[in-house]
Each structure stands twice: as C-alpha cells, then as structure tokens.
C-alpha cells in the first residue's frame, strides 16, 4: 500500500483492521480446542465407567468379558489389539503382520502383561489369577539355551560424576512461543536463530552419545555371541537401539547447534567406553561419532531434517549406524521420525514413530515397528517387532515402550491366548533407568547431566574445540541466560561464515569419508594427540573470529 502511494493513516488503519481480525480468529480457536478437550475428557470417562463395570463383574466370564475388549478375532483366526475406531491401529498392525510370514502373529498390551517393573534381568514372575501366589516361569527351550550375563563389576573402575547441575544465577526469563512460531512456520530449525531460552544445555555432539547410556546391552550381546548364541545377541542389540530413545521423554528444548570443526569426548572408564564426535559438514549439516567399547565398536554420521509446521515440529535423521563386535559381525540401521506435538495449545510431548531395520550380516536380522500415537491411544509409545533368521522365518517377538522397557518370546513360545492373560510370560531385555531426584525443566537423565561436566583436570586435556568450552552452552548451564544470550548471538554470527570455510577447502579433522557417497569414518589420532596435549590444527572455534578464516584455509590446503 505504501508504494501505491497511499498515505500513513490509511495503512494503519488497514493493520488495526487485520489485527482486530485475527484477534478474533485466536479468540474463536481457543473456544474450539476446550469444547474439543471437554468432549474427549467426556469420552474417556465413559470408556473409564465401561472398563470399571466389566472388572467389577463377579462369575467365571468376568475375566472372559474383559478380554474379548482388549482383542478381537478375525475370521481367520488372527488376533488384533482392540481399537474404538478403524485408524492407524489396525493399518499399523496390518503392516507388523507382513513383516512376518507367519500365519498367526500374536501381539499383547504391554501395560496389562508388564505390571510388574521391578523383575530380574532374565525373567519375570507371573502372578496368579488369584493373586496369592507367583512363579518362575521355565527356561527357553532346549535349542536356546538360558545365558545369565552380568557385567563384573570390578572389571571397570568406579568413578564419581555430579548428580545435578548447578544452580542458576539468574531468574528465567519466559519468552513468548507464538511471537517465534509465526515467523517462522515452514523453514528449517537448523537455520532459525532461537533465543537460548529454547535451548537445554547440551550440543547435538553430546547427544548423539546419549545413545551409549545402555552400552553394558552391548557388552552383553558381546558375550552371547561368544558363547553361540547369536539370537540373544541381536536382541540385546535391538534393545539396545530402542533404549537410545528413553532419555527423549519430556525433553522439549533443542540442544545446541556446533559449529564447523566442534568436537566432543566422553572418556567413561566405569562403562568400559570411550566416544569422540565432530561436526564435519555445514551444508548439509553432518555429525560424525566413534564409540569403542569392550571387544565392540560404534560408529555412524547423522543429517538431521527439521520442519517446523507451527503446530508441529518433525525431526528426519538421515544416516546410517553401525556396530561390529571383534568376532567380525556386524549390524546396521537408521533411526526413526520424531515429532513434537501441540506446541500452540495443549500439553507439549514428543513421539518417535516408523519401522526400524537391523541388518546383520550372519545369521539374524531384526524389524522394529515404532507406533504413532493416536489421539485416544490409551497405551501410547509402544514398540512391536520380529526377528527373523536368513530364511525368513521368524524366531522372537520383542515387545515394550521406548521409555520404559523392552520384553522379548521366542518363537516356540509365543503366548497361547487362553482367558484373560497368555499362558507365558516374555523376558525382559532392557529397563529404563530411574530419573534423577531433582529434574530441572530441561528434564534431563542423570547420564546427561554428567555429559557437560567441566573439571579443572579435564579442562587441561581438552581440544580448543570440545563442546564444553562453549560458552553460551557453559552460560546456560550455569544460569547466566543475558549473558548465553550474547554469547549465542556471536557464535552464530560467526557460524554464518562456515560455508566460506567449507568452499575454500575446509576438511574435517578426525573423520573421513570411507567412499564418494559412505559414511565417515574416524581415522584415528585424537586420544593419542590427548595424551601429547598437541592440538595443533585445531583452531580456537569459540574466540574471536577475525581472519581465521583464510589462515585456517591456507593451514587445510598445507596438509
């Protein structure tokens, strides 16, 4: 309006009218969204009543009555987990079907089978219908035979690492979530600029080894392995992949974005392992890790995209892990979709859902199904799966929650539906670990409040270039958010110039690619340039950026 001439008042009328209009419409929508949360609290009501009527109901079919509920027969003889409408369960559960050649797969409620969370690592108790007594369900079958394996504790030394972050210096300063959704719907979060408030404090780089806090799941597979049992080593290896997603559960803050040629190490002798990760690419935005552990290795490169739909935000990792043991085999597989939901109106949560594939390259394969939460899911963030061997065949069924625990039947001994509970009870192969004391809203692990931890000692090892060292992340932690605030500002300014960087040569430090189009792999060097305290090449990436650029440059073309 302003270059066809029309004069102020004219346009400041027209915006009072447009924010006099959309007012209405956020007014309008709101009225909406609690008329719909009233009528689903209705309805969960009534389906509460329902189910609190059937269990109170005394006579041999009171149980019977229940279960028909819970699952439905189709005419074929398959069993299906009982849904209010048509929806995503039933398609879901159609697509676990053709996972499997089977004729009669068999899923059950993990809430209603799993009650009891404080069980063994091999094996759970079953309760009696009566609820008097409880027994020691048998071992597998002769073909696989039962193996107990239990890290020693003296193998690995014992150290002490803090339990809580500090306190903060400053009050909080809330920030307003619509004035940041409406301006940038639809782009890229790795390139939206975020105050720190939406940040928790931690980079991308020390998240990638929080999927390491079950490695002693590995340490076990190991020993199965060894001992010729390679269906118990890829479970433990399927629980392992589904355990990298518990400590996501209420995390709604973004971790920090590196910078070009940012590192991170995490030497944990207690875990017997020791993970080095580096930023190595820009554009597109590239993540390398290394992990060794006892007579295992991990590796892989991560591309996260990020789409945020205003409502919604969803996280597309592209990329491929791989894990060898020292016999020589190996597994491979990419991580599933995650979205985080109502970020307008409602309680904000995340979600992972898609299918999972692990590739070995002997014996087992294995094909995990993430489910989508529905809107009236009543047992939400569940996963379902199969191992099948060469022939395709399936030989176990693993069944739990991202967030809490994963169970496993093996094939012989798929549960018989008779009443309300099966006849056997699954193994359990992995359990969350208990929550810290005193959460923080970041509502981090206690195995992620010890990833920043920066003592005197371990500042004199580190890299110019460890994520530690960052100091809008140290000013975050600490509390001092003006401060994070500037700081973040700076980098990111500096960031901008990382693409010059990477045009005019720039090649990461520890990581190549193995082929044109592979994955990068570490090359070795860095523990050993650790103990030297040589860190040359290195640059100082968190100081002053003046014309670092050209001199690293001309220090990449030299080498």
């Known amino acids: ?323 060898e043991f020292d016999d020589g085999e190996m597994f491979q597989w990419s991580k599933v979709t995650t979205t985080i939901y109502n970020l307008i109106l409602g309680k904000v949560y995340c979600g992972h859902h898609g299918t999972m594939n692990i590739q070995g390259n002997r014996q087992y394969s294995c094909k995990l199904k993430f489910k989508e939460q529905s809107l009236l899911d009543r047992n939400p963030r569940q996963v379902q799966g199969i191992v099948l061997d060469k022939a395709q065949n399936k030989a176990a069924t693993l069944v739990g929650k991202w967030d809490d625990s994963m169970y496993y039947t093996l094939d012989e001994n798929l549960p018989k539906i008779t009443g309300s509970h099966p006849v056997n009870d699954p193994f359990l192969l992995w359990k969350r670990n208990d929550p810290p004391a005193n959460p923080t809203r970041y509502k981090l692990s206690s195995f992620a409040i010890t990833l920043n931890e920066l003592t005197s000692d371990l500042q004199d090892k580190l890299p110019p270039t460890d994520s530690r060292l960052r100091p809008d992340q140290r000013h975050l932690e600490n509390g001092e958010y003006e401060k994070a605030n500037s700081e973040k500002l700076r980098l990111e300014t500096r960031q901008r110039m990382s693409r010059k960087l990477q045009e005019n040569g720039w090649k990461p430090r520890w990581f190549r690619k193995d082929s044109e189009d592979g994955t990068y792999r570490y090359v070795g060097g860095y523990w050993e340039a650790r103990e030297q305290k040589n860190w040359d090449g290195c640059p100082n990436i968190f100081g002053e950026f003046l014309d670092q650029v050209d001199d690293h440059t001309k220090g990449t073309n030299n080498r």
Request: charged share 30%; aromatic share 12%; hydrophobic share 30%.
């Open 1 to 323: 309006m302003q270059m066809e001439g029309f004069n102020e008042a004219v346009v400041n009328d027209c915006e009072q009218i447009m924010l006099s209009e959309f007012s209405e419409f956020q007014r309008q929508l709101k009225v909406r969204y609690e008329e719909h949360l009233n009528f689903l609290g209705a309805f969960q009501q009534q389906l509460e009543e329902v189910n609190a009527v059937d269990e109170m109901g005394t006579g041999p079919d009171s149980h019977l009555q229940l279960f028909k509920r819970e699952f439905s027969s189709s005419r074929n003889g398959k069993y299906s987990e009982y849904s209010t409408t048509e929806s995503s369960d039933d398609i879901e559960k159609q697509e676990l079907y053709e996972l499997s050649d089977e004729d009669e797969p068999i899923y059950f409620d993990t809430e209603d089978c799993f009650k009891d969370s404080s069980i063994p690592c091999t094996s759970i108790e079953k309760v009696s219908e009566d609820g008097n007594q409880s027994s020691r369900r048998k071992s597998y079958s002769n073909d696989v035979k039962t193996i107990k394996v239990e890290t020693p504790v003296a193998e690995f030394p014992c150290i002490e690492r803090r339990r809580k972050l500090p306190e903060p210096i400053e009050k909080e300063k809330g920030v307003s979530l619509w004035s940041m959704i409406k301006d940038n719907v639809g782009k890229d979060l790795t390139r939206v600029c975020l105050p720190v408030y939406f940040n928790e404090p931690l980079s991308s780089l020390q998240k990638c080894f929080e999927d390491l806090e079950y490695s002693y799941l590995l340490d076990q597979a190991y020993e199965y392995g060894k001992m010729g049992n390679s269906l118990m080593r890829i479970l433990k290896v399927a629980a392992f992949a589904v355990s990298g997603y518990s400590s996501s559960d209420g995390r709604l803050c973004k971790p920090f974005n590196p910078l070009l040629g940012e590192t991170y190490e995490a030497d944990f002798p207690e875990k017997g392992i020791r993970f080095f990760s580096e930023k190595v690419s820009h554009h597109p935005m590239l993540i390398a890790c290394h992990c060794e552990g006892k007579h295992w290795k991990f590796w892989g490169d991560s591309n996260l995209r990020s789409k945020f739909w205003g409502r919604s935000i969803q996280l597309d990792p592209v990329g491929v892990l791989t894990l």
